[in-house]
């Protein structure tokens, strides 16, 4: 059973900055598509960045050079470092997980068929 388990959120103040892990030890396939999401109150799952199994990267336009994408491939551990914290940062940020390649629509929900619980970020002004 396909568990991903995510760590390191918290409270920062603006400029900030956290690494996010997601732990997907039990996520085997060779081929797929990682990502991370987040979900302010009241308002959608958006995607943030997106990691192909060929460590290629993708990102949200809001996050871009802010944010980093990568993983630990030995250890099956996604992280998300992010630089630059902004109180608009603020949400339950979700680690993801698909048996596909990335693909145009892999920062959509719908593409990703494993998720996490989520770790809470929290940006204060």
């Known amino acids: 059973q396909v568990q991903l388990v995510e760590s390191g959120g918290g409270s920062v103040q603006a400029g900030g900055s956290l690494t996010l892990s997601c732990d997907a030890s039990?996520?085997?396939?060779?081929?797929?598509?990682m990502g991370w999401f987040r979900q302010a109150p009241g308002k959608e799952r958006e995607g943030v960045a997106a990691y192909d199994s060929d460590g290629s990267t993708e990102y949200a336009e809001s996050v871009k050079g802010r944010f980093t994408i990568s993983k630990d491939n030995a250890k099956n551990i996604l992280f998300l470092r992010m630089n630059s914290l902004k109180p608009e940062d603020t949400a339950m940020y979700y680690c993801?997980?698909?048996?596909?390649?990335?693909?145009?629509?892999?920062?959509?929900?719908?593409?990703?068929?494993?998720w996490g619980q989520g770790t809470q970020v929290t940006v204060s002004s």
């Open positions: 039990t996520y085997t396939y060779t081929s797929y598509c």
């Open positions: 993801a997980a698909a048996p596909l390649r990335c693909h145009r629509t892999s920062m959509t929900v719908g593409w990703y068929n494993y």
